[in-house]
Antibody, heavy 122, light 118 residues
Framework: QVQLQQSGPGLVKPSQTLSLTCAISGDSVSDNSATWNWIRQSPSRGLEWLGRTYFRSKWFNDYSVSVNGRISINPDTSKNQFSLQLHSVTPEDTAVYYC????????????WGQGTLVTVSS | DIVMSQSPDSLVVSLGERATINCRSSQSVLACSNNKRSNCKNYLAWYQQKPGQPPKLLIYWASTRKSGVPDRFSGSGSGTDFTLTISSLQAEDVAVYYCQQYSDTPQTFGQGTKVELK
């Protein structure tokens, strides 16, 4: 059974960096059938895919243009986890952030983290 | 980006009655590999979300139920128009339902349909 456990602060000041980590159990961040994603949810923007990291002989990243230039998603193979960094945050980045796995045979998000409410406020 | 539109925004249904949720994509999410019709799939998923929980995958490839999902949930449609049907609504089905396309990046979601009990 795959489990994704999120960690990270729930309050970030404007202009600072939002950092979250997603620890994986039951699968490997290097699984070449999976991608590892960050998705956020807010009343104003709904469910919004932010980006992903995945391994296919080498590491790849894809990011949404809505946050491109501010986002970094990185795998950590030693800890079997991946992280999200979102720079220069504003109150509009306030949302519940989820990590999620996408696996090749469904190509949908079949496992999700528990979610982290991140509030951007001074 | 592919825009996903769901209707209705909310739905009130009696216990045991049918609930039908529609989803339309701004462009086709049907894709075929190796140029073979037999290898065509609709890159469309349905999720259920209850308060305080992450979305839960119900259906992928538009009509394939995830293991463990009750068979009262079914998905249909192709191209740009899709439907999620709950054949006999149970109390535990009260939730918000989302469609999602994964035909193109960025993957995008519908705005959600809230299902409530009458």
């Amino acid at each position: 059974q795959v489990q994704l456990q999120q960690s990270g602060p729930g309050l970030v000041k404007p202009s600072q960096t939002l950092s979250l980590t997603c620890a994986i159990s039951g699968d490997s961040v290097s699984d070449n059938s999976a991608t590892w994603n960050w998705i956020r949810q807010s009343p104003s923007r709904g469910l919004e895919w932010l980006g992903r990291t995945y391994f296919r002989s080498k590491w790849f990243n894809d990011y949404s243009v809505s946050v491109n230039g501010r986002i970094s998603i990185n795998p950590d193979t030693s800890k079997n986890q991946f992280s999200l960094q979102l720079h220069s945050v504003t109150p509009e980045d306030t949302a519940v952030y989820y990590c999620a796995r996408e696996i090749a045979w469904t190509s949908a998000f079949d496992y999700w983290g528990q979610g982290t409410l991140v509030t951007v406020s001074s | 980006d592919i825009v996903m539109s769901q209707s209705p925004d909310s739905l009130v249904v009696s216990l045991g009655e049918r609930a039908t949720i529609n989803c339309r994509s701004s462009q086709s999410v049907l894709a075929c590999s190796n140029n073979k019709r037999s290898n065509c799939k609709n890159y469309l998923a349905w999720y259920q979300q209850k308060p305080g929980q992450p979305p839960k995958l119900l259906i992928y490839w538009a009509s394939t139920r995830k293991s463990g999902v009750p068979d009262r949930f079914s998905g249909s449609g192709s191209g740009t128009d899709f439907t999620l049907t709950i054949s006999s609504l149970q109390a535990e089905d009260v939730a918000v339902y989302y469609c999602q396309q994964y035909s193109d990046t960025p993957q995008t979601f519908g705005q959600g349909t809230k299902v409530e009990l009458k």
